[in-house]
Structure formats: structure tokens, C-alpha cells
């Protein structure tokens, strides 16, 4: 996995997963949102639309990295799932848990509302 | 002192013509670092996928399905140990693809593994693997000592 995370002009942290988030590299994703946190940032992208697969490792990492979002009184949004990847929201009833947006433009308009 | 380098991939193909495609069979053998299992997830799937009837949601399903078995048996089954190696048996033959994974832990018992499905369960951030395997492939099963789980995925 690699990722690219930039600050759009609306205040949104957004990251985007290029490859696969799955056990090998998911503690990067958690390190760079607790950075960011520590930052001072309060709003959270994270953008599937160039990703592969997530694994059960990829989906507790973001379950932890909401509840942490949560607990500091920021927001988060995931956007860009494709058919497959919502699959694997839906089967953990995950899709109940996360707000999710079709695509990042969409994610950041919510949470710039 | 410098860390030993990771134990090279061992993998063996197997190819025999039949009458509905060639049946492929891999033998891989693979280090017990999590920083493989990409890998090895691209080498059965360009193995082992090569039939019609294996739609995109069915690779999908089977790559997830493997590198979540191959993450339990890395870091739950070896506990990521150098010293051992997880056995991945493929077979890919007729209507459907049988993918075997054993490690060299001392096994666990699946019934014991409850997902957090519940909405006051889903700030949990582990006990989904097993779950999502058994809803991806069509067919899980153990070996008694629950040190080698096999997924088969068939024709629908």
C-alpha cells in the first residue's frame, strides 16, 4: 500500500489508499490519522477509489481509527468503494458503522456542511 | 547484528490438459512475514483463475478469502516466527478451486470465534477474519488440530 494524504482549501484531510490495506501495512494508516489528529486536524477523508482489497486487519484498522476520530470529536468519512470493496462493508455490517460517500468530492462537501 | 533475511518463496505448478481446461496444481511455500502475502496472493490468483466461469466477484471474493487465511496463518498460526513456513496447496481442476493452508502452530478451534456483528459489538476491531472467509468461498473447512484450513470455491 502506498498513500497520498493532502489538506483540500475546506479543511479535509484526505487520504487516499492506493493498493491494498491488509495487515502488512495497516499500522501506516493508523500512524498517519494519529499524526494528523495530533495536528490538530478534525476532518477525515479516506478514499477507496484506488484501492484493491482490504482484509479483516484493513477494516479493524479503520473501525480503530474511527472510534479514535470519535473520541477526539473529529469526523471521519470513507468514499470511493467500489461494488466489491462495499461488499466486504456490508457482510461486516461495517456499512452500518462508517458514512460513506460515493466518491471524495462527495465526502468532502459533507463534511465541509 | 543484522536481522536474518526472510526465506525465499518456494512455489511449484503443476499443469495438466483436460477436457473442460487445464488443471493446475500449486505447491507454495511461504515465510511466515506478513510483507509476502501480497504476493502470494497474485501468484494462485494468475495460477488458478483462469476459467470462465471465475467472474470478477469471484476473484475478488478469493483473493480476500486467501490473504486473510494466509494473514491467520502467518500471525496467529506461527506467530510470526522466521523459523517456520505456511504450506499453500492449490488446486484448480474441473468446476472448482481448492486452496489448502496449513502453518505450524498449534491450531485453534473455530468454533471458539465469534464476529462482532452486533451494533454494540462493531467498535471491536478484531474477530472478522474467520467470518468473512466462511462468507466469500462456498467452503471452509478444519483439520482437527485446526492448524490447516482449506477454501473451495465452485462453479455456481
Same mark, same amino acid.
Given at each position: 500500500?502506498?498513500?497520498?494524504?493532502?489538506?483540500?482549501?475546506?479543511?479535509?484531510?484526505?487520504?487516499?489508499?492506493?493498493?491494498?490495506?491488509?495487515?502488512?501495512?495497516?499500522?501506516?494508516?493508523?500512524?498517519?490519522?494519529?499524526?494528523?489528529?495530533e495536528?490538530?486536524?478534525?476532518?477525515?477523508?479516506i478514499?477507496?477509489?484506488?484501492?484493491?482489497?482490504?482484509?479483516?486487519?484493513?477494516?479493524g484498522?479503520?473501525?480503530?481509527i474511527?472510534?479514535?476520530?470519535?473520541?477526539?470529536?473529529?469526523?471521519?468519512?470513507l468514499?470511493?468503494?467500489?461494488?466489491?470493496?462495499?461488499s466486504?462493508?456490508?457482510?461486516?455490517?461495517?456499512?452500518?458503522?462508517?458514512?460513506?460517500?460515493?466518491?471524495?468530492?462527495?465526502?468532502?462537501?459533507?463534511?465541509?456542511? | 547484528?543484522? !536481522?536474518?533475511?526472510? #526465506?525465499?518463496?518456494?512455489?511449484? /505448478?503443476?499443469?495438466?490438459?483436460?477436457?473442460?481446461?487445464? &488443471? =493446475?496444481? *500449486?505447491?507454495?511455500?511461504?515465510?511466515?512475514?506478513?510483507?509476502?502475502?501480497?504476493?502470494?496472493?497474485?501468484?494462485l490468483?494468475?495460477?488458478?483463475?483462469?476459467?470462465?466461469?471465475?467472474?470478477?466477484?469471484?476473484?475478488?471474493n478469493?483473493?480476500? !478469502?486467501?490473504?486473510e #487465511?494466509?494473514?491467520?496463518?502467518? /500471525?496467529?498460526?506461527?506467530r510470526?516466527?522466521?523459523?517456520? &513456513? =505456511?504450506? *499453500?496447496?492449490?488446486?484448480?481442476s474441473?468446476?472448482?478451486v481448492?486452496v489448502?493452508?496449513?502453518?505450524?502452530?498449534?491450531?485453534?478451534?473455530?468454533?471458539?470465534?465469534?464476529?462482532?456483528?452486533?451494533?454494540?459489538?462493531?467498535?471491536?476491531?478484531?474477530?472478522?477474519?474467520?467470518?468473512?472467509?466462511q462468507?466469500? /468461498?462456498?467452503?471452509?473447512t478444519?483439520?482437527?488440530?485446526?492448524?490447516?484450513?482449506?477454501?473451495?470455491?465452485?462453479?455456481?
Amino acid at each position: 500500500m502506498a498513500f497520498t494524504a493532502t489538506k483540500d482549501d475546506s479543511g479535509v484531510y484526505l487520504i487516499r489508499i492506493e493498493g491494498q490495506l491488509i495487515v502488512g501495512n495497516r499500522q501506516e494508516l493508523k500512524a498517519a490519522v494519529a499524526t494528523a489528529l495530533e495536528q490538530g486536524e478534525r476532518k477525515f477523508c479516506i478514499d477507496f477509489s484506488r484501492t484493491g482489497y482490504i482484509d479483516s486487519s484493513g477494516l479493524g484498522a479503520l473501525v480503530s481509527i474511527s472510534k479514535k476520530v470519535r473520541e477526539q470529536g473529529a469526523e471521519l468519512r470513507l468514499s470511493g468503494l467500489n461494488e466489491d470493496l462495499r461488499s466486504l462493508f456490508e457482510l461486516t455490517k461495517l456499512d452500518t458503522l462508517f458514512a460513506l460517500s460515493d466518491t471524495a468530492e462527495h465526502a468532502i462537501e459533507g463534511l465541509s456542511e | 547484528m543484522t !536481522a536474518p533475511l526472510p #526465506a525465499a518463496l518456494q512455489l511449484c /505448478v503443476r499443469r495438466r490438459p483436460g477436457p473442460l481446461g487445464a &488443471s =493446475v496444481q *500449486v505447491s507454495l511455500r511461504v515465510p511466515s512475514d506478513v510483507g509476502c502475502i501480497e504476493e502470494v496472493v497474485d501468484l494462485l490468483l494468475r495460477h488458478c483463475t483462469h476459467r470462465a466461469w471465475l467472474c470478477r466477484r469471484m476473484r475478488f471474493n478469493l483473493r480476500v !478469502a486467501l490473504a486473510e #487465511a494466509l494473514a491467520n496463518a502467518i /500471525v496467529a498460526g506461527n506467530r510470526e516466527d522466521r523459523s517456520k &513456513s =505456511v504450506l *499453500v496447496e492449490a488446486d484448480l481442476s474441473g468446476d472448482q478451486v481448492r486452496v489448502e493452508i496449513t502453518d505450524e502452530g498449534i491450531g485453534f478451534d473455530p468454533a471458539g470465534i465469534t464476529a462482532p456483528l452486533l451494533p454494540d459489538e462493531l467498535d471491536r476491531p478484531n474477530g472478522r477474519g474467520l467470518y468473512l472467509i466462511q462468507q466469500l /468461498v462456498d467452503d471452509v473447512t478444519f483439520n482437527d488440530r485446526g492448524n490447516s484450513i482449506c477454501l473451495t470455491l465452485r462453479r455456481p
